[in-house]
């Protein structure tokens, strides 16, 4: 029998496909415990049309790391905090780099007799635990 499209189906990681049984089972979590997460704001899972909660691969990625820093100790409250600056800091290196290629781009135009121009810089955006 040969293999269909469907049968190697991947989903994006932004894309919500899984019920929140398998969500749980992924996560290692309770569904309890990520229906709590979804009404603290620290994950927020997409909705179907039933309203029935829809979590991606990202969100599960998420929950995990908020099982990790809860075995480390950190409270709810220190979880939704550290997201928030997460998150800051990613938009502010994004932001970063756009100004960089803007920066680079006039003095490549406009060679200033008085500016050193500078070797490029790698800018790392997202850093994976190993």
């Known amino acids: 029998m040969a293999n269909k499209a469907s049968d190697n189906f991947q989903p994006d990681e932004d894309e919500a496909v899984y019920v929140i049984s398998i969500a ?11 229906r709590q997460y979804d009404r603290l704001g620290l994950v927020s899972p997409g909705r179907a049309s039933g ?48 100004l960089r290629t803007e920066v680079d781009a006039l003095m490549a135009a406009n060679p200033p007799n008085s500016l050193v121009i500078r070797s490029p810089q790698e800018v790392v955006v997202f850093k994976k635990d190993k």
């Open 24 to 34: 749980s089972q992924l996560s290692g979590m309770h569904p309890q415990t990520l």
């Open 51 to 98: 309203r029935g909660r829809r979590y991606s691969l990202r969100d599960i990625a998420s929950l995990r790391n908020i099982q990790r820093l809860v075995g480390e100790g950190v409270n709810l409250a220190g979880i939704a905090r550290i997201i928030e600056l997460e998150s800051a800091v990613a938009n502010m290196a994004m932001e970063v780099a756009k």
